[in-house]
């Protein structure tokens, strides 16, 4: 004969489980604000975008019109202006990236160092991360202005001439990369100083013992600790530098001709000034693929850094 469950125990579990319920209902009902936002303010407009890209643009009720399949993106890719700019974006990335990375743990490394004064060099660094992007272009512009800027002015005291920063094209995309390593190493300089007062002491200490110089302690040492760290900071900023748009407003507009004319200010004058709504919501999407899976790239290999470091 089976054995019958007592009433008490019965209750008691229902009762559990109803606390159960009701507390996974509090705490939704308290995600819900914020996942109602999130999903009005990112979700939607990728959708919105999404959507126009495999439509014609209707410019009266300013959404989707008739629907045209890939007709949108097979036009974008037969642009050569569209390959152009990911080509422009591409250099900046390339060695704007790495020399961020580079000169943020660098200098964390030596601001770290015992020395009188660091404190305020590293409030110092904090400036220019305050700085709004369209006042830091601005600001470096008339740095570099080739007339008057105090840029060329130092150089002709030191006996080199005055260079057209934004009249050559290889200058200008060395000032917009010198602008945005600039601004942007602060930050990664906070991220190495807390990644540095975070290493274990003891194996400082034992290389101090040992007699290694600060050039070996760095590169045997600390280096080999970091390169989690240093793939983790890469992979945040690379996040950060993809969305590059309102510096190369601010300081070239795209120029000279198209030398600085990365892919999001291409996007930005197709759809608000050739009024191409639907072939830059392609262009959006097809950027949007790409960083993803570079992203995802990224984040595999430091996964497995991490795993063997």
Known sequence: MMKSVPPAKTDVSRSRWR??????????????????????????????TIEISFASFDIATFGAGEWIGWANYEEVIGDYRFWDSLQVTLIY????????????????????????????????????????PVVAGGMWRMILDPLWGIMNYWMGLAGIGSLDWFGDPKLAMAAIIIIDTWR?????????????????????????????????????????????????????????????????????????????????????????????????????????VLTMVLTGIFLRGSRKLEELF
Not at 26 to 34: A, V
Not at 186 to 210: Q, R
């Open 19 to 48: 606390d159960q319920v009701g507390d996974l209902f509090e705490r939704w009902s308290f995600l819900m604000p914020s996942i109602l936002v999130l999903t009005v303010m990112l979700a939607y407009p990728i959708f919105y």
């Open 93 to 132: 990335l390339v060695i704007a990236l790495p020399l961020q990375v580079m000169l943020g743990f660098g200098i964390a490394f030596l601001i770290n160092a015992e020395w009188w004064g660091r404190s305020a060099l590293r409030a110092l660094f904090i400036i220019p991360m305050v700085v709004a």
């Open 184 to 288: 942007w190493t602060p930050f990664i300089v906070l991220i190495a100083t807390a990644a540095l007062l975070a290493l274990p002491k003891d194996v400082f200490e034992a290389a101090k013992i040992d007699g290694a110089n600060w050039w070996s302690t760095l590169w045997s040492v600390a280096v080999p600790l970091l390169v989690p760290i240093i793939a983790a900071t890469f992979v945040i900023r690379w996040l950060g530098a993809v969305k590059m748009f309102d510096i190369v407003l601010a300081a070239t507009y795209g120029g000279p001709g198209k030398a600085t004319n990365i892919i999001n200010l291409f996007i930005y004058e197709e759809a608000f000034r050739s009024l191409r709504f639907a072939e830059s919501a392609a262009m959006a999407v097809i950027v949007l």
